[in-house]
Structure formats: structure tokens, C-alpha cells
């Protein structure tokens, strides 16, 4: 065995035995690893879990109570409301993940050159940050839904945009610590580029608490794509949400009101799931609480 294969043994050892001191000692944030693992095994294999099609009309079976056919009875339009919710799992979720993976890929770099390079830029990125910040998040969003067009891309895309700045003025104030450290001067010392020492330097040791703002902003995009799609901006008819069966629920609630309480507690397990699973991983990655 090489030296490399043995280091890269070794390590992958290590990370092992760290996730199982974890899963010892925080049961909290093991089961809401596991919930959010189902989830996503359930947005993956919807098709093939879902007893019926998410679309398919039977208008002599309209609003129908549960059933033993359909267990969650069926919506105004005679669809199988567990089918739906289980097909909505899909866009929820990649509704959720897809609005934080673009605040992560405008707020971080945007942030990092803010807090390393300071000066001017500083002073410009931090007015723009904070005019943005100024605005009332759900009327930006729908805002700059408004501008892109109607549809639940475009509308994450917005949600994204609506975050980043708050990951960037976090990794802004982590830089700025940063790159005050001796390691950073050390190697600005030794010849190392702005790009260099961002990446191989400043970014690992200040990504940390933007890991576990992430998963907090999870739940929040999750809030927002079923505010959106509730109000017609986001997943359009007849593929289905959470946030498009809450829409066409609320329409019938004095009829059926079980209709809401499938989608609406959906969305209140995932992002509690979220938020349980950052508030872990904070614990987790917070040196002051290594001994706890």
C-alpha cells in the first residue's frame, strides 16, 4: 500500500469514528438525518411509491374523505391527494436546495472578496448588501419572480437572490477575522496570490458557520417556494407542490379542511428537520463546545 492510499485509509478511518461519536452522543440531529434521508428517498422514487398518477382527473370521485383507496381522499379534481404529496416531495425539495445553492454561489465570493480585500470594495459590497437587506424578503422575491417570469426555477432562482446577502455579510464578518490570522500572513509572505490564499486558506476556515446557516435557510426556502406557489409564482398546474395543494386546499377548506393538513404538515416536519439538523451541526462544528 502506498503512502498516499495509507493517509487516505487513515483519514477516512477517522471520519468514520468521528460520525459515530456524533451519532452517540446527538440523537436529536440523527433522527432528523434520517427523516430528511426518507425525503429525499421518497422525492427520488415518488413514481414508483406513488399508488396512482399525481394528474390523472376522475371527476365522478371529486373531494372525496379517506379512504381505503385513497388514503388521503382526493382533491377537486378527483386526484389522489397522497399521490400528489408524495410527487410534490420532489419539487419541494429541489425547490429548497436549488434557492441555496445560488445564494451560495452569489453570497460566498461576493462576501469573501468584501471581508479580504476591504478598502472601497468593502465599503460598495456592504451599502449593496445592505439596501438589499432593506427590502421585505417575500416582496423581493416575488418581485424579482415578477422580472424572470413565472415558474418554480425562476422563482428559486429569486429565493436565492434574496439570500445571499445574508450568507454574504456572514462570511464577510467571518473574513475579516480571518484574514487578520498568522497562517494568512505567513503565507502572503511566502508568495501566495489573493486567489491562493482565498481558496486554500480564508474559505475552509470561514465556511464553517455559512454549513450551518445553510441548512437554517433550507427550512426558510422550503417556506418560500410554498408562499410562492400559493400565490401562484411558483409550481404551475397541474404538477404538483406543497405549496400548490395548500392553494387549491384553502379554495375548498370549509368543505374538506383535511386537504390542508397533509401538505401543511409536510412542510412543517421538513423544515423542522432543517432546523434540527442545523442547530447539530452548529453544536458539532463549534470548538467552544467540543466538551458538551
Not at 376522475?58 to 373531494?63: G, N, V, Y
Not at 480564508?202 to 446557516?213: K, L, S
Amino acid at each position: 500500500m502506498t503512502t498516499q492510499a495509507l493517509e487516505m485509509s487513515i483519514r477516512e478511518d477517522s471520519l468514520f469514528s468521528k460520525f459515530g461519536q456524533w451519532c452517540r452522543r446527538d440523537k436529536r440531529g440523527v433522527v432528523s438525518l434520517l427523516v430528511l434521508t426518507i425525503i429525499i428517498g421518497i422525492a427520488i422514487f415518488a413514481p414508483w411509491i406513488a399508488p396512482y398518477s399525481p394528474t390523472e382527473q376522475d371527476f365522478s370521485k371529486m373531494l372525496m374523505a379517506p379512504s381505503a383507496e385513497h388514503w388521503l381522499g382526493t382533491d377537486d379534481l378527483g386526484r389522489d391527494v397522497l399521490s400528489r404529496l408524495i410527487h410534490g416531495t420532489s419539487k419541494s425539495v429541489y425547490a429548497a436546495f436549488l434557492a441555496v445553492g445560488v445564494a451560495l454561489l452569489i453570497g460566498v465570493p461576493i462576501g469573501l472578496l468584501a471581508g479580504f480585500l476591504g478598502g472601497w470594495v468593502d465599503v460598495g459590497i456592504s451599502r449593496v448588501i445592505d439596501t438589499l437587506l432593506s427590502f421585505p424578503a417575500i416582496v423581493l422575491a416575488v418581485a424579482v419572480t415578477g422580472a424572470m417570469g413565472i415558474g418554480l426555477t425562476n422563482a428559486m432562482i429569486s429565493v436565492g437572490i434574496v439570500f445571499s446577502p445574508h450568507l454574504a455579510r456572514l462570511i464577510r464578518a467571518r473574513t475579516l477575522v480571518i484574514r487578520e490570522e498568522l497562517y494568512v500572513d505567513a503565507a502572503r509572505c511566502f508568495g501566495a496570490s489573493t486567489t491562493r490564499l482565498l481558496v486554500k486558506h480564508v474559505t475552509p476556515n470561514a465556511i464553517q458557520p455559512v454549513i450551518v446557516q445553510c441548512t437554517l435557510l433550507l427550512a426558510v426556502a422550503l417556506l418560500a417556494e410554498a408562499s410562492l406557489s400559493f400565490l401562484g409564482l411558483g409550481v404551475q398546474p397541474p404538477d404538483p407542490s406543497w405549496g400548490q395543494m395548500l392553494a387549491r386546499a384553502y379554495m375548498y377548506m370549509e368543505i374538506t379542511p383535511e386537504q390542508m393538513y397533509a401538505p401543511g404538515l409536510m412542510i412543517m416536519i421538513t423544515a423542522l428537520t432543517f432546523n434540527t439538523l442545523g442547530e447539530s451541526l452548529r453544536v458539532a462544528l463549534d470548538p467552544t463546545m467540543k466538551g458538551l
